[in-house]
Structure formats: C-alpha cells, structure tokens
Antibody
Framework: EVHLVQSGEEVKKPGESLKISCKTSGYIFTSYWIAWVRQMPGKGLEWMGMIFPADSETKYRPSLQGQVTMSVDETIRTAYLQWDNLKASDIAMYYC??????????WGQGTMVNVSS | SSELTQDPAVSVALGQTVRITCQGD??????ATWYQQKPGQAPILVIY???NRPSGIPDRFSASTSGNTASLTITGAQAEDEADYYCDSRDSSGNHYVFGTGTRVTVL
C-alpha cells in the first residue's frame, strides 16, 4: 500500500529557514513525480510544483520560483520542501502527493507551518 | 488567479443529484481530475481521466466534459458527501497544473 507521511507542525519566526519532509513507502519512489500543494487558512488548494525523484527535475509554479526549494533523498525515499526566509504569507498547510498520470492519487496528511514573531 | 472556475457553493437534498462544474479553456484539451476534501482532512482523489474512480470511491460519483466545462455529478447524495470539491487540470502552458477555485457541497 502506498503511503506518504509528512513531518509535524512547525512554528517559526519571520526570516527563519525551514525544511519539511514527506516520507514515502509502498511503491517505486523514482517512478513518480511528487507534488507539493499549499492551502492557506480558509482558502483553496494551490499547486506549488513538483519534483521527479529519479533525476530531481523540478517544475515550480512560476509565481513561486525562487521562493521555495524542492528536493529529494532517494536513499530514504523522502521528498522535501524548503524555505530560506520564511514570511507571514507562508502560513499554510502544505501537502505532498504522488502524481500518477495527471492525478494526485495519494496524499500526505499535511504539515501546518506557522510563522509568527 | 485560477484558470479553472467553480461555483463557490451548492446544496443538495439527501438522496438527490447534484452537479459541480469546472470551467476553463484548458479543459478543451485536458480532462479534469476531481478531489474531495472534508474539514480537517487531506484531499482524496475521486475521479481521474475521462471518468474513472479509484478503488473505494462509490459509483454515485461520475464525471463528464463538454467544451470548456467539466462536471462532477453525485447521484443520490449522502450525508458523507458533504465536503469541498476541487477540479484540477493542466494550465495554459501545459507544463504545470492548476486547481479550480473549489465548491463547497452541503447535503441538506
């Protein structure tokens, strides 16, 4: 069975860095893109981008280019989403999900990121 | 702004049929995918491709497309179908994906 398990809730200050994780199991990690989806409080879903674990090719939503970094560690089947300079506008729930064809067939449980001084 | 537009909210009486629509020019070239999200939970996939349901999704969920409009139909809505529903598809560049604005379904 396919599982994506995300790291726990984070509370950070503006300007701090952060790396959240998405640990996968139950399938060939390098065969499918991993997408990251943002959901700001009370708002809808937003595609942030995706990464292909076999070669770390990334496709970022154009408006987010340079704001976040996606990466993977193939040895532990884990994808990461990283910020170097958190802002209050980064407050959101972040989901990872596996892309099969054109569909996100399995989702992580989400990681809540809070940013407050 | 989203390239896929959905009605913000719809309601349906228990056991009746409701159709949720998703409009966008890219739907003329790509199928929409549909997700259900209940409060406090991660989204789940309910329809993919032309009209395919993952294992475990009831057959009261179905999808169709006409022109630039994709539709998700719930035939015989149940109380547990009360949720937010999102479509997604490729964006105008074809290289990325975009979600619709989301529709909240209330079962009366």
């Amino acid at each position: 069975e396919v599982h994506l398990v995300q790291s726990g809730e984070e509370v950070k200050k503006p300007g701090e860095s952060l790396k959240i994780s998405c640990k996968t199991s139950g399938y060939i990690f390098t065969s499918y893109w991993i997408a990251w989806v943002r959901q700001m409080p009370g708002k809808g879903l937003e595609w942030m981008g995706m990464i292909f674990p076999a070669d770390s090719e990334t496709k970022y939503r154009p408006s987010l280019q340079g704001q976040v970094t996606m990466s993977v560690d193939e040895t532990i089947r884990t994808a990461y989403l990283q910020w170097d300079n958190l802002k209050a506008s980064d407050i959101a729930m972040y989901y990872c999900a596996r892309l099969v064809g054109n569909s996100l067939d399995t989702w992580g449980q989400g990681t809540m990121v809070n940013v407050s001084s | 702004s989203s390239e896929l537009t959905q009605d913000p909210a719809v309601s349906v009486a228990l056991g009746q049929t409701v159709r949720i629509t998703c409009q966008g020019d890219t739907l003329r070239n790509y199928f929409a995918t549909w997700y259900q999200q209940k409060p406090g939970q991660a989204p789940i996939l309910v329809i993919y491709g032309q009209n395919n349901r993952p294992s475990g999704i009831p057959d009261r969920f179905s999808a169709s497309t006409s022109g630039n409009t994709a539709s998700l139909t719930i035939t015989g809505a149940q109380a547990e179908d009360e949720a937010d529903y999102y479509c997604d598809s490729r964006d105008s560049s074809g290289n990325h994906y975009v979600f619709g604005t989301g529709t909240r379904v209330t079962v009366l």
